[in-house]
């Protein structure tokens, strides 16, 4: 299994600031993602983090808006830039362990409120 | 893209009762997972499946995958207090989860 963990746990933030939310697992994984839960609603997967490279992003999302980092095998960062208060959600960051999908593991998430 | 219809959205339920929700998709996917999210955390594992028809148990949790590749249920046992959270469906294929609505179980004590 793994242990990962995001900061800040939520926050508040005005309408045209960014945000970078950190996640950190605690050992080596294969893959690296960023989901996004509204409220009351599904995880809608935003991009997969790549190591070293551009993340893989998922339709509707871009880089602009939601640039990620992946430096190494255990740690990346979303940005939500130029915020608006559509943007207000949970930001999940997921980790896969192994190759399989039972080897899949999220965070606690981030709860952002965009004022 | 793909999407999953789960039911219900939620439920309302006695302490002792049994519980049953389902996915259904118009894509066949190749893993079915059930999920439970508790408030201010991240979605956890419950079970996997990986083959069509297979039927596996999680202690008082049993899930299916469906026969068509299409469908998946869940069924609780026994509900107790601890059970209440958000269960979601998640069907893979390739190298995503796609995640159903969820469903939203309250038990009464």
């Known amino acids: 299994s793994a242990v990962i963990s995001q900061k800040p746990s939520r926050d508040i933030c005005q309408r045209g600031t960014s945000l970078t939310i950190q996640c950190q697992v605690d050992s080596q994984v294969t893959m690296m993602f960023w989901y996004r839960q509204q409220p009351g609603q599904s995880l809608t997967l935003i991009a997969t983090a790549n190591q070293g490279s551009e993340a893989t992003y998922e339709s509707g999302f871009v880089i602009d808006k939601f640039p990620i980092s992946r430096p190494n095998l255990t740690f990346s960062t979303l940005t939500v830039s130029n915020m608006s208060p559509e943007d207000s959600s949970i930001y999940l960051c997921?980790?896969?362990?192994?190759?399989?999908?039972?080897?899949?593991?999220f965070g606690p998430g981030t709860r952002l409120t965009v004022l | 893209g793909q999407q999953l219809n789960q039911s219900p959205q939620s439920m309302f339920i006695q302490e002792g009762e049994d519980v049953s929700m389902n996915c259904t998709s118009s894509s066949i996917f190749n893993t079915w997972l059930w999920y439970k999210q508790d408030p201010g955390e991240g979605p956890v594992l419950l079970i996997a499946?990986?083959?069509?028809?297979e039927l596996t148990s999680n202690g008082r949790l049993t899930a299916q995958f469906g026969i068509t590749r299409k469908d998946s249920f869940l069924n609780i046992s026994a509900s107790i207090p601890s059970d209440v959270g958000i269960y979601f469906c998640a069907g893979g294929g390739g190298s995503r989860l796609t995640f159903g609505e969820g469903t939203q179980l309250t038990v009464n004590p």
């Open positions: 499946l990986y083959k069509a028809g």
């Open positions: 997921s980790a896969l362990t192994g190759l399989s999908y039972n080897e899949q593991f």
